[in-house]
């Protein structure tokens, strides 16, 4: 019993403002008792207003009153503190409160459903000392007790109702479910937990496909990010490729020009003295003829004149080269010699399925084309030809270099987008018009190259890789036979007002590919 008063007693000895056990109390003129650290604080903030105030009753005092020490509150808090029992802590946030505690409450151990109350350590003893509360049924603590009574009845809900889906009580299957099919919670937990399993098993199912489909994102995102920085790499590398091959040309060319330069300083400089000596027999010669002229001996006259004649066909003196050509020859040399000089201006190209003619048919990713005969249901597109060609998605500007492999017969042209589509006319045709340039390799007949609707007859066989070079800004078209050497087909000269696109013609059973870069 002396345990339970001093239990009782404690919250006496409780301050009003940390709710704990008083330390150093002390007790202001009201009577009321506090921690000395407390009611300090809680003073120092009425300082400005000079009104002091008891934090209990809040009984007012002017000036602040002196604080001493409560010598018999302190020494009762130290009995306290020395025979407090062994006592289920105090409920914090969160926890839930026992139902039986009076004064401060203590933290619940155990929920009953039968009680529909909850209960700490002290007040539990009772359900596992008193016989008629050991048949109740004690579960982990729960603050949702009231959820499990009838709001209509007041009375546990131990019942579902598989007709309405819901949970009641023993006197609602008298009224309001009244002839429905009902069965104990117990009964019907059963089923739910196995419905609930198969609800887990569909979740964890959906959990691993989306944690797969996360994957293959992630796997994507990485190998976008990889495929990007690649391309990023190859295109520093090939733009510093292209600026070293630039700065070589340049170095080249400037080399080029200074050598032609000192030739021809040192070609005229010997021409200017040749000139000079030249100008001077001629005055000298000049000035015996005056003489000659003004003698009144004829006989000397006479003998005198055959020597001193100048001769009517002198020859002319060497010229310098036309300073203009001195940046048009070097730009000559530079145009590319050697494959590898071909390669540098390398494209890849790829054919249009809007322009291919319903007789061709592409694959490849749209590299290769081949005639297969037979009518392809392509949809309507005014840029389809009818004729069986077809053209690159690409346009050509600049200098631009590419490889074909053919096979029977095809037409390898190039041609502004603007040529005409409508209809068979011989003029729609590559080669047939002022439009586009082409060159007619057969395995059977003779080389030839159209432009304008006249052909060109060309010495030789092509072999079956084709490379074709353009110039666009200098009006250049080469096509060359490539095999271990590259052999001059034709070349045309021509001012392009328009970008070229790459273009095929294909004859029966033929077929035509880009190259890759090799």
């Known amino acids: 019993m002396a345990e339970a008063s001093i239990s009782v007693d404690q919250d006496q000895f409780s301050c009003p403002v940390c709710l704990d056990l008083l330390k150093d109390p002390v007790t202001v003129p009201c009577g009321h008792s506090f921690c000395m650290v407390c009611i300090n604080s809680c003073w120092d903030q009425e300082d400005q207003r000079g009104l002091y105030s008891c934090p209990q009753c809040r009984e007012t005092f002017t000036p602040r009153p002196v604080l001493r020490r409560n010598y018999f509150i302190a020494e009762m808090s130290e009995k306290l503190k020395k025979t407090e029992v062994r006592a289920a802590p105090p409920a914090g ?35 596992s000392e008193i016989p008629a509360l050991k048949k109740h049924k004690l579960v982990k603590v729960s603050t949702r007790l009231q959820e499990k009574i009838c709001s209509q009845h007041d009375e546990m809900m131990k019942i579902y109702c598989r007709t309405d889906r819901s949970c009641i009580c023993y006197l609602c299957t008298l009224e309001k479910h009244k002839g429905h099919d009902t069965v104990s919670a117990a009964a019907e937990r ?35 990010k990889r495929c990007a920085q690649t391309a990023v790499e190859d295109t520093e590398r090939i733009c510093t490729e292209l600026i070293c091959s630039i700065e070589k040309k340049r170095s080249e060319l400037t080399e080029l020009i200074r050598a032609q330069e000192e030739a021809e300083l040192s070609a005229a400089e010997e ?86 003619n319903r007789s061709l048919i592409l694959s490849e990713k749209n590299r290769v084309v081949e005639w297969i005969g037979e009518i392809q249901r392509y949809r309507s597109h005014i840029e389809r030809f009818e004729w069986p060609q077809v053209l690159s998605v690409e346009s050509l500007s600049g200098r631009c270099y590419w490889e074909v492999e053919w096979s029977e017969e095809v037409d390898i042209s190039v041609s502004y987008k603007r040529i005409s589509r409508d209809g068979v006319d011989v003029e729609n045709r590559f080669g047939n018009n002022a439009e586009s340039w082409s060159l007619c390799c057969s395995s059977s007949s003779s080389l030839t190259f159209w432009h304008n609707n006249i052909q060109t007859e060309l010495p030789g066989r092509p072999s079956s890789t084709i490379g074709v070079y353009v110039d666009h800004s200098a009006g250049t078209l080469s096509f060359y036979s490539v095999s271990d050497t590259m052999t001059l087909l034709h070349t045309v000269h021509s001012t392009f007002t328009d970008p070229l696109y790459a273009g095929f013609f294909v004859h029966s059973r033929s077929s035509v590919r880009f190259c890759d870069k090799q």
């Open 271 to 356: 021409l200017l003295e040749k000139l000079e000596q030249e100008i001077a027999d001629l005055k000298r010669r000049n000035t015996e003829l005056e003489q000659l002229s003004l003698t009144e001996d004829h006989i000397h006259f006479l003998q005198s004149f055959q020597s001193l004649s100048v001769s009517s066909g002198s020859e002319d003196s060497s010229s310098i080269s036309d300073p203009s050509q001195f940046a048009a020859d070097p730009l000559l040399l530079s145009e590319p010699k050697t494959r590898e000089d071909f390669l540098q201006y390398f494209c890849q190209l790829t054919l249009d399925p809007n322009t291919v």
């Open 190 to 224: 059963p089923q739910k937990q196995r419905e609930l399993e198969e609800m887990q098993r569909e979740v964890q199912q959906m959990i691993q496909e989306k944690q797969k489909k996360l994957q293959e994102l992630e796997q994507a995102v990485n190998t976008l």
């Open 93 to 127: 946030s969160g926890d839930v409160e026992c139902d039986f505690c009076t004064g401060r409450k203590r933290k619940a151990a155990k929920s009953c459903l039968t009680c529909l109350a909850s209960f700490c350590e002290d007040h539990i003893k009772n359900h």
